[in-house]
């Protein structure tokens, strides 16, 4: 916990993508938006969410691949909202492309998991 944080506070764990590419705290909204989970508020049922703003496909053949939950998403165009926990669908993966193209900084792909909660 740190420092001067109220109790009722839980910060999210952070993963630096450069490590690892795993689950992130990034979860696909009931809008059908993802978002990654900065803060969780355990007293009021909240999350404290960077929600992404643009998408598009990651690839198109042999099918789109927003089809079957598969997205690019811009880190640029985010938006930081409080959020019911309740507006949470289910986890998602966040890649960095970065990982694989250095011409892709402030880009990512995130997968929608099928199974989760």
């Given amino acids: 916990m740190e420092k001067n944080r109220p109790s009722h506070y839980t910060k999210a764990s952070k993963?630096?993508?450069m490590k690892s590419v795993r689950?992130?705290?990034c979860f696909k909204l009931n809008n059908g938006k993802f978002c990654v989970i900065h803060e969780?508020?355990?007293s009021t049922g909240k999350v404290l969410c960077e929600v992404y703003g643009k998408y598009e496909p990651f690839y198109h053949t042999p099918c789109d691949s927003r089809t079957i939950g598969i997205y690019k998403v811009s880190t640029t165009h985010t938006?930081?909202?409080?959020?019911d926990i309740n507006h949470l669908?289910?986890?998602a993966v966040c890649i960095p492309l970065s990982l694989f193209d250095k011409d892709h900084p402030t880009s990512s792909v995130v997968i929608s998991l099928m199974h989760s909660f």
């Fill in 23 to 25: 689950k992130q705290n």
């Fill in 15 to 17: 993963v630096d993508p």
């Fill in 40 to 42: 969780v508020h355990n």
């Fill in 89 to 91: 669908h289910s986890e």
């Fill in 79 to 83: 938006d930081m909202e409080l959020l």
